[in-house]
Nanobody, 115 residues
Framework: QVQLVESGGGLVQAGGSLRLSCAAS????????MDWYRQTPGKQREWVATITNSGTTAYADSSKGRFTISRDNAKSTVYLQMNSLKPEDTGVYYC?????????WGQGTRVTVSS
């Protein structure tokens, strides 16, 4: 089992920045990639970014150039640095761990971007 706890959400003005954190605990050796997803009002949960154990990253078009995913293996923590935030980035951001056979979700952290 893997437990994920997100933090770092909050209220920010458009153009501002936030850094989200996702701390993993439990059977973290089973994880081979970590993702961030978000659920914005009126839309389905969508993928934001991924980082693999080797450090390879990938981004959705909506986050490319503005968001940066990184990890601190010593702390079993993944980060999402979000810059140039827009009101349409408002939503609940979820951390997801890709395990050998199953995926794990955190409880989410809310991000609100005011115009």
């Amino acid at each position: 089992q893997v437990q994920l706890v997100e933090s770092g959400g909050g209220l920010v003005q458009a153009g501002g920045s936030l850094r989200l954190s996702c701390a993993a605990s439990g059977s973290t050796s089973d994880i081979y990639a970590m993702d961030w997803y978000r659920q914005t009002p009126g839309k389905q949960r969508e993928w934001v970014a991924t980082i693999t154990n080797s450090g390879t990253t990938a981004y959705a078009d909506s986050s490319k150039g503005r968001f940066t995913i990184s990890r601190d293996n010593a702390k079993s923590t993944v980060y999402l640095q979000m810059n140039s935030l827009k009101p349409e980035d408002t939503g609940v951001y979820y951390c997801h761990a890709v395990g050998k056979t199953v995926g794990y979700w955190g409880q989410g952290t809310r991000v609100t971007v005011s115009s």
